[in-house]
């Protein structure tokens, strides 16, 4: 049977149990590394703050969460690996690389420009790197691949990196997971994977509860991929009672088998720091790694969905995104 790389080495598929499909344990926007007034980068510290924000998912039994946390959105194995063992946890993290316009891309472009290297084949070159050799000297492979697109459109960049991730992808069964901008570009990004010989069942396009529309969600669904629920609590985009409803539509209509629950939470920013205004943090009040226990879950249970379902999308569709089976 296939084993599923984290952070502390290769484990069971049997093992992953409770999983969070989508979060962050520590993540920036590239450019805090150029702000003067930036704190100090202090994996000590970083380590704490996000042991703190894990310590509630105990009480849930969450056992695994996936880190879709790209190369370029400040990436660090080190830091994950010191919170998986300390907080006795499973992290599975990402090769992989975030959109166009927020990621770090202008070292490959102008490689690119300059024609010293193709960008499609350098990034499969970079992704297959990292799933056989590991991240760094750090001995640490990644157990997916994340790719990003941007609102409403696919640039070439962004096409080629989703063809280089279906490439890596079939040549090493570790799936991909996607950022799509409030679920947009869905359908296209399911088609350039699957057109590039990605395997549905090990694809799962990410942020599909930002997009309220049955119609759109079934259009993604009916290319056979899963999908993720995974922004519960960011309701400064879209209020978690409409993501609620239309997760309980889905469920009506059949596709538990291809959905998974998460809450796009990151533990640990870095940079200067400050406060969100008033609005903002009334809006953001229940975003954390335990949203979906405390308040959607039980929702969701009062909509009629059984604990059977729940285990369905928390448990095995992880698993099977993972390992295949
Ligand atoms: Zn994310």
Redesign the pocket.
Same mark, same amino acid.
């Given at each position: 049977m296939a084993t599923i790389n984290t952070v502390r080495g290769p484990i069971s598929p049997d093992d992953l149990g409770l999983t969070l499909s %989508?979060e %962050?344990i520590a993540a920036a926007y590239p450019g805090w590394e150029c702000d003067p007034l930036s704190r100090p980068y202090d994996r000590e510290k970083i380590v704490r703050v996000c042991l703190r924000s894990l310590d509630p998912v105990k009480e849930y039994g969450v056992r695994s969460i996936i880190d879709?946390t790209p190369a370029d959105l400040s990436r660090d194995v080190e830091v994950l690996k010191r919170v998986s063992d300390q907080a006795d946890i499973n992290i599975i993290c990402a090769t992989g690389r975030y959109t166009e316009e927020e990621g770090k891309w202008a070292y490959l472009k102008q490689r690119s420009r300059a024609g010293v290297g193709d960008m499609r084949d350098e990034l499969y070159d970079g992704f297959m790197h990292e799933i056989t050799q590991g991240i760094g000297g750090s001995g640490v492979r990644p157990g997916v691949i994340k790719v990003a697109t941007g609102r409403g459109r696919i640039t070439h960049l962004e096409e080629a990196m989703l063809r280089a991730a279906a490439r890596a992808s079939r040549e090493t069964g570790v799936p991909v997971i996607t %950022?799509t901008e409030d679920g947009t570009m869905g359908p296209e990004q399911a088609d350039i994977l699957i057109g590039e010989g990605a395997d549905p069942d090990r694809i799962m396009i990410g942020h599909m509860c930002g997009n309220s529309s049955f119609e759109y969600q079934m259009d993604v669904l009916g290319r056979r991929v899963s999908v993720s629920f995974d922004r519960f609590g960011i309701e400064l985009f879209l209020p978690d009672k409409v993501r609620t409803a239309v997760l309980a539509g889905l469920l009506a209509a059949g596709y538990v088998g291809r959905i998974m629950l998460s809450q796009?939470f990151i533990a640990c920013g870095f940079g200067r720091g400050g406060s969100w205004p008033e609005e903002v943090r009334r809006k953001m009040a229940n975003w954390s790694f335990v949203n979906i226990f405390r308040n959607i879950i039980p929702a969701l249970k009062k909509a009629g969905v059984t604990e059977e379902q729940i285990r369905t999308m928390t448990v095995d569709n992880p698993r099977r995104l993972l390992a295949g089976a």
């Amino acid at each position: 049977m296939a084993t599923i790389n984290t952070v502390r080495g290769p484990i069971s598929p049997d093992d992953l149990g409770l999983t969070l499909s %989508h979060e %962050h344990i520590a993540a920036a926007y590239p450019g805090w590394e150029c702000d003067p007034l930036s704190r100090p980068y202090d994996r000590e510290k970083i380590v704490r703050v996000c042991l703190r924000s894990l310590d509630p998912v105990k009480e849930y039994g969450v056992r695994s969460i996936i880190d879709a946390t790209p190369a370029d959105l400040s990436r660090d194995v080190e830091v994950l690996k010191r919170v998986s063992d300390q907080a006795d946890i499973n992290i599975i993290c990402a090769t992989g690389r975030y959109t166009e316009e927020e990621g770090k891309w202008a070292y490959l472009k102008q490689r690119s420009r300059a024609g010293v290297g193709d960008m499609r084949d350098e990034l499969y070159d970079g992704f297959m790197h990292e799933i056989t050799q590991g991240i760094g000297g750090s001995g640490v492979r990644p157990g997916v691949i994340k790719v990003a697109t941007g609102r409403g459109r696919i640039t070439h960049l962004e096409e080629a990196m989703l063809r280089a991730a279906a490439r890596a992808s079939r040549e090493t069964g570790v799936p991909v997971i996607t %950022h799509t901008e409030d679920g947009t570009m869905g359908p296209e990004q399911a088609d350039i994977l699957i057109g590039e010989g990605a395997d549905p069942d090990r694809i799962m396009i990410g942020h599909m509860c930002g997009n309220s529309s049955f119609e759109y969600q079934m259009d993604v669904l009916g290319r056979r991929v899963s999908v993720s629920f995974d922004r519960f609590g960011i309701e400064l985009f879209l209020p978690d009672k409409v993501r609620t409803a239309v997760l309980a539509g889905l469920l009506a209509a059949g596709y538990v088998g291809r959905i998974m629950l998460s809450q796009d939470f990151i533990a640990c920013g870095f940079g200067r720091g400050g406060s969100w205004p008033e609005e903002v943090r009334r809006k953001m009040a229940n975003w954390s790694f335990v949203n979906i226990f405390r308040n959607i879950i039980p929702a969701l249970k009062k909509a009629g969905v059984t604990e059977e379902q729940i285990r369905t999308m928390t448990v095995d569709n992880p698993r099977r995104l993972l390992a295949g089976a």
